[in-house]
């Protein structure tokens, strides 16, 4: 059966760039040209000896949109490789989040027994607050931050997600 070519759906994009100033902008500037909203964003250098960075990407959008994305990310000059995590096999994606709930009493002690049940890490704790820190898919943290918002939630930090293809092959 073959996907409606009308639905738009979530892609992680992961792209190899050569580490040098204004390439982030003009990836970037590809996204904010076109109209593609861009959901997550995470860069880093990632191989020092060829100087080359990962940018990840999390964007949704229909088949044609995705590929258009692809074949122009492709063409930019300092683009060395661009990878569909979605599309191409098994991945893992994990996002760092740091999240700030104030409270007292009951809601204090429920937070750190959900924060328990998530592998929540408390960073950070002061008499009326905690900074927790929590590491998963984005759909672990979002649930996380669902669960905070009555006890107390003040503030959240989120890294954008990062991704790798599982396996022995590189990007």
């Known amino acids: 059966m073959s996907a409606n070519p009308e639905t738009e759906n979530r892609h992680t994009i992961s792209v190899v760039v050569d580490n040098e100033p204004g390439v982030l902008a003009r990836v970037i500037g590809l996204f904010s040209g076109r109209g593609y909203n861009i ?3 995470t ?12 940018i990840t990407v999390v964007t949704s959008g229909t088949p044609m949109i995705i590929e258009q994305i692809k074949a122009q990310l492709t063409r930019l000059v300092p683009v060395h490789k661009v990878a569909d995590l979605t599309l191409d096999g098994p991945h893992v994606e994990r996002e ?76």
């Open 96 to 171: 760092l989040a740091l999240i700030k709930v104030n409270g007292k009493g009951n809601a204090r002690v429920e937070a750190l027994r959900i924060a328990d049940i998530f592998r929540a890490r408390a960073v950070d704790s002061t008499n009326n607050s905690f900074v927790f820190e929590i590491v998963g898919n984005t759909g672990k943290i979002d649930a996380f931050i669902d669960l905070m918002k009555p006890l107390g939630l003040v503030d959240v930090s989120r890294t954008g997600v990062v991704a790798i293809a599982r396996g022995r092959s590189a990007l």
């Open 39 to 41: 959901e997550s964003l």
């Open 43 to 54: 860069v880093a250098e990632v191989n020092l000896d060829e100087n080359l960075s990962r």
